[in-house]
């Protein structure tokens, strides 16, 4: 029997034109597991407002982090694919979960060159359960599957944000760059409150318990807040780091509904009053640098940290295609059929 994997990513646009950056967006608004409202106020406000002001705006964004390859996330997946086979029992493909490579496309591709396939492993590359990440993607394969390829059978990789080898390399690539004085931030991708809630298997534990993330519950498989969380208590403690010498925020806040806090561009103001002058920043929910480390971070909020009584600011590369990563994923790969 064929022996197939598949990673999925977030996507890019290709290219940091705006006519590229809008349909991009388009795409990725119009997503309900994005904007998660009916489909007509959804199309109303993505389509009526949002591609009509914001496309601009994030093209000038993705030129100033545009490789020569393309864009960064894709070509350092691309790079981590690449290393992955080497190590890997199963052919290893790569799609995106917006744009190109697209998971139709791909999908379609695997059939065509394995059609006798019975079962696909498929790694979301999430560390934490969103559903604006992780489920849109597995609810987007789970969707063409049942259309297109309904013998197929789908195993997915779960959420790793507390897996001992994970938390290890996670570790070693935040201390090969942290510096010793320097106060350390974890700054999460933030996400609506209502999302936590809705993502709430209980129903009556998320945002309705006093210190629901640390208070044990089933809810907790699929709570982004749990999971960032535990990945931030779990690298602390093996960084050996006290109470005063590290953070947790959550970036990339989008309208004006509540989202996890406190909010990253907040801290970064606060910071130097606070006597933390010298910061270094790590983004786990991401594993490869993109629009959301390399500009809002690296470039934005390195200049309002530093406008605000900075003096050194540190920006930790998320895994991307690091050896000691690639062969963990390639090892998830390689027991994903037992």
């Known amino acids: 029997m064929s022996k197939v994997a598949l990673l999925i990513n977030l996507g890019s646009p290709k290219s940091p034109g705006v ?10 608004l119009m997503d309900d597991h994005v904007i998660d409202v009916p489909k007509i106020p959804r199309w109303l406000l993505v389509k009526g407002i949002i591609l009509n002001v914001r496309p601009k705006k994030s093209a000038d964004a993705y030129k100033s982090i545009w490789w020569d390859e393309g864009s960064p996330l894709i070509t350092l997946s691309e790079r981590l694919v690449k290393k992955v086979r080497e190590h890997s029992l199963y052919e290893t493909y790569l799609a995106m979960r917006y744009a190109a490579p697209s998971i139709s496309n791909k999908l379609k591709e695997i059939h065509d060159k394995h059609p006798d396939l019975e079962e696909l492993y498929v790694v979301p590359l999430y560390p934490h359960f969103a559903m604006s990440s992780y489920e849109s993607v597995v609810d987007r394969v789970k969707e063409i599957v049942e259309k297109e390829y309904p013998g197929l059978k789908l195993k997915f990789k779960k959420p790793w944000f507390d897996e001992e080898s994970y938390i290890q390399i996670l570790t070693k690539s935040i201390f090969e760059v942290l510096p010793k004085d320097h106060h350390l931030l974890f700054s999460y991708h933030g996400i609506p409150v209502r999302h936590l809630r809705k ?31 535990k990945t931030t208590e779990l690298v602390v403690k093996a960084l050996g780091l006290e109470e005063n010498q590290y953070s947790t925020s959550y970036q990339s806040r989008l309208g004006r509904d509540p989202w996890i806090e406190p909010y990253t561009a907040e801290r970064l103001e606060q910071f130097p009053s606070e006597g933390k002058d010298k910061l270094a920043i790590v983004c786990p929910a991401f594993v490869s640098d993109c629009l959301e480390t390399l500009e809002e971070i690296n470039i934005e909020g390195r200049e309002e940290f530093l406008s605000f009584g900075g003096t050194s600011f540190v920006s930790i590369p998320c895994l991307n295609d690091r050896n000691d990563w690639a062969q963990l994923v390639a090892e998830w790969i390689n027991k994903g059929a037992l």
Not at 19 to 28: I, N, R, S
Not at 220 to 226: I, L, M, N, R, V
């Open 199 to 229: 993502s709430d298997s209980t129903s009556c534990h998320c945002y309705k318990r006093e210190n629901c993330c640390t208070t044990p519950s089933e809810a907790h498989g699929t709570c982004y807040k749990h999971q960032t969380t």
């Open 19 to 28: 006519k590229d950056v809008k349909e991009y967006l388009g795409e990725f």
